[in-house]
């Protein structure tokens, strides 16, 4: 039934294309390349050291590039990546997403691509969605290009036709970072030695205001991701009493609950819903260490070189957490006890179409966290904390 709906809504985009590309004239602007990258931000962080990989190559460094991304991690993408494309076109989840069921949205959003004209389409993402391949499928270009990678089982030799190259996969679990690796080594035929960086134009004001703290990160996509905040201002009080360092809380919904929490710490400050990425940026990079749910920030954090402590109790374990020692010396993963209990059958049970967690992040105790800074604190400081 759902391949059904899928092909048959598929096939009314093919003929709303066919009528664009029939009443409306081609975008007057010719590009060699179009990349396609559309998934969260902490996926932009794994991937974004690769694209000054493909634009300094040999093949692509006098090629024109438009660039269709996701608005939520635009001002990141601005700010470090702008130098590297001549052209962005940012797009928000309701413009490409099938199950918002906001066909007006999506239907605008494939006219407007499908009247540029580009050489060469780039689909960098492993973790494929139906609903940006089957974009991928309306845009005009000579060559498309996509990793072979996981999608939705029944959909899969669908949407691989709509590709002309697909790039060989390495089967089982890999972390991501890799995967592009991978992914990249493949299509500019060398070997790269790609490294997980982010150097941004650090601006000290908020070090210079606050001096001696931590960041704790409270928020994540979805709630069952939310370790409590009750939680987080308990080991806030733990962080001044042993440390005596300031808990700066960060994140992105904030709540009166949550006001009242954070107001009752000592030297705390309430920064969640108050910074834009950049500032966020510029926070971490002054922390002593952070201590985050599962999310974009513990990204962020390896990329810059600081110490995180991250909660998790979520899915495909591996490919995203824990990272590889040689990506990240000072990452420290703070796992849920069912997880803790047997780390590889948990990854094979975790990469399982369509395993979702059911996992109770509350089962991760304060004292575990807590265990586990005391246990590599003094690692920390030895690296000049």
């Known amino acids: 039934m759902k391949l059904a709906c899928y092909l048959l809504y598929f096939y009314c985009e093919r003929i709303f294309v066919f009528f664009i590309k029939l009443f409306f004239s081609k975008h007057p602007d010719h590009y060699d390349v179009m990349i396609l990258k559309l998934d969260g931000l902490g996926d932009y962080i794994l991937f974004r050291n690769f694209l000054t990989e493909l634009t300094s190559s040999e093949h692509f460094k006098k090629k024109s590039i438009l660039f269709v991304g996701n608005s939520a991690w635009r001002e990141i993408a601005e700010s470090f990546d702008n130098h590297l494309i001549n052209k962005t076109i940012w797009l928000s989840r309701a413009e490409f997403r099938l199950q918002e069921f906001r066909i007006r949205s999506r239907l605008k959003t494939i006219k407007n691509l499908s009247r540029y004209q580009v050489d060469i389409l780039i689909c960098p993402t492993y973790t494929r969605i139906s609903s940006v391949d089957s974009l991928a499928a309306h845009i005009n270009a000579r060559i498309k290009i996509a990793q072979n990678g996981f999608t939705t089982p029944y959909l899969k030799p669908i949407t691989d036709a709509y590709y002309d190259l697909l790039s060989p996969t390495q089967h089982g679990v890999l972390f991501e970072f890799e995967r592009n690796r991978q992914f990249f080594e493949w299509l500019l035929n060398k070997k790269l030695y790609t490294k997980l960086r982010i150097t941004p134009k650090i601006n000290t004001e908020f070090q210079d205001l606050y001096k001696n703290y931590v960041v704790l990160f409270i928020n994540a996509s979805t709630a069952w991701r939310e370790w409590p905040i009750e939680n987080f201002c308990e080991l806030a009080k733990w962080i001044y009493k042993i440390y005596g360092f300031k808990s700066l809380f960060c994140g992105t919904n904030q709540n009166d609950f949550c006001t009242n929490q954070i107001q009752s710490i000592p030297l ?90 059911q996992l109770n992040i509350r089962a991760v105790t304060v004292q575990k966290v807590i265990h586990t800074i005391k246990d590599n604190f003094i690692h920390i400081n030895a690296q000049g904390f």
């Open 268 to 357: 705390s400050v309430n920064l969640v819903g108050k910074t834009n990425l950049k500032e966020l940026l510029d926070i971490l990079e002054g922390a002593k260490f952070v201590v985050s749910n599962e999310t974009s920030v513990p990204h962020m954090c390896v990329a810059m070189g600081i110490p995180v402590f991250t909660i998790y109790n979520g899915n495909s374990f591996g490919e995203f957490i824990p990272y590889p020692k040689h990506l990240a010396t000072e990452y420290y993963p703070i796992y849920h006890p069912y997880i803790s209990a047997d780390l590889k059958k948990y990854e094979q049970d975790s990469n399982k179409y369509p395993y979702h967690s």
